[in-house]
């Protein structure tokens, strides 16, 4: 069979991700309780030092602290746009060791820009960090997870790498009105390829083989068997956030597609040339800790016990893996909603129907969904559209039988584990990976 070897692939806007049913402003993760891992302040990497608050007299300013500023590297003068992202010039030095080849994407956090990193001859992608507190915030702790996580992943094989970090920040002493831009933090990670999303909407949403699937899911199952023994709750585990470690890919026909491609015209399909995957985006994972019921994850991949205000803990990320394993398979988001009783309702069409004791127990927020011990559907439903949305849903192993050729039982069997609602009855991570889906002498192919 003959193959074309391409290895390049564009990469597109992170977290802008769209969808056959938008993603309204009520379904954006707030942001959790401030500071829950501990903050950083004053690391020196290289050439660059972050500075820690300390209160200085706000009436004057020296010129010899603004000649400090200038020597670390302070990028050039530009005003943030409305939103509060960084303005940047291709070919302008970030910093004295970095110089700005162009952006990788952008997204509620801020921008990712390809650079080129002078000291180490090679490409970095650096992440810079909206002017906004809470995103500030969220950065903070990203960075503090990473350095704990890189104690542990010697080999830096389940975790993106956090190459350095440096934080503008002299708003204390009010530099920040003469070099406004530099209220900024800085996150310079090693440069990966395309997330698992960009490549299914690159690949017009077509799924990926069951071999691929089999090591995607086994690679992501390790990293969160890693967290966990480590405490750690990631808690947005989702496609966008799941990055292929190469860009590489592979054309090969596709027996299953019903029309042409609309850029090729061809019967074909892109697979990765490699399945190695790291997982990002830490700036929403939290220690294990008792009575944690705020609203967590992404819409389409969060869990019941979350939806119903249960509280939560480490199997509401086992949950995010069991939907991205289905829409790997399918091509498609397993929950395309918007609305907490539409979402409980496609989880009943699907897996079938929620466990009485769960639904009696519902936060006093979402007790409106449920009447007489059951879920309020289709009575509560929102319009004629919504049902028909949730109708049109197959039950979780003719969605499965409709896109897999082989170990389709053993699929079956293993997402059912990571999609059981109560979640002291879902498996573990490390359960899961000794699950003969991931464990038999399967063929292996990447």
């Known amino acids: 069979m003959e193959m074309e070897r391409v290895t390049e692939f564009p990469m597109s806007q992170l977290d802008v991700r769209p969808r056959k049913r938008q993603r309204l402003g009520w379904d954006v993760v707030p942001q959790p309780p401030k500071a829950q891992l501990g903050l950083f302040c004053g690391q020196e990497i290289g050439n660059l030092t972050s500075f820690a608050p300390s209160r200085a007299p706000s009436d004057h300013i020296s010129s010899s602290l603004v000649k400090r500023v200038a020597r670390i590297g302070s990028p050039p003068w530009r005003q943030d746009d409305k939103d509060g992202h960084y303005v940047f010039a291709v070919g302008d030095n970030l910093t004295s060791r970095y110089k700005i080849h162009g952006k990788m994407g952008e997204g509620t956090f801020g921008q990712v820009l390809e650079c080129w990193d002078k000291e180490r001859k090679e490409m970095v992608a650096i992440k810079i960090v909206r002017g906004i507190k809470k995103y500030r915030e969220a950065a903070m702790i990203e960075i503090d997870v990473l350095q704990q996580l890189g104690k542990h992943d010697k080999g830096g094989n389940r975790c993106v790498q956090l190459r350095n970090w440096f934080d503008y920040l002299y708003d204390m002493i009010n530099v920040v009105d003469l070099f406004p831009q530099i209220d900024k933090g800085f996150g310079v990670f090693e440069k990966l ?64 597609c019903s029309s042409r491609s609309p850029k090729d015209g061809s019967f074909s399909k892109r697979i990765p040339k490699s399945s190695a995957i790291k997982v990002i985006d830490f700036g929403s994972t939290t220690y294990d800790r008792q009575d944690q019921n705020y609203i967590v994850s992404t819409r389409h991949y969060r869990a019941p016990e979350v939806i119903l205000g249960l509280g939560w803990s480490y199997p509401c990320d086992i949950w995010s893996v069991g939907c991205i394993l289905v ?52 009575e509560g439903a929102s319009s004629r559209e919504s049902i028909k949305a949730v109708m049109k849903l197959p039950r979780l192993q003719n969605l499965i039988m409709q896109h897999v050729d082989h170990s389709a039982g053993d699929l079956i069997h293993v997402l059912q584990g990571l999609l059981r609602y109560d979640p002291s009855e879902r498996l573990t991570a490390d359960a899961a990976l000794r699950h003969p889906f991931f464990t038999r002498d399967h063929l292996r192919r990447y």
Request: aromatic share 8%; charged share 30%.
């Open 327 to 378: 829409e790997l398979c399918s091509g498609e988001a397993l929950f395309q909603t918007h609305e907490n009783l539409e979402h409980l309702a496609m989880m009943e069409r699907v897996l079938g129907p929620l466990p009485m004791h769960m639904l009696k127990k519902a936060d006093r927020h979402v007790e409106k969904y449920v009447r007489k011990g059951r879920l309020d559907w289709p």
């Open 193 to 256: 390829g395309p997330s698992l999303y960009d490549f299914l909407r690159k690949n017009n949403y077509r799924s990926f083989p069951i071999d691929l699937v089999r090591e995607i899911g086994r690679q992501l199952l390790e990293c969160i068997a890693f967290m966990h023994d480590l405490r750690l709750i990631h808690t947005d585990l989702k496609p966008e956030n799941i990055l292929l470690v190469s860009r590489e890919y592979l054309k090969v026909p596709d027996y299953k």
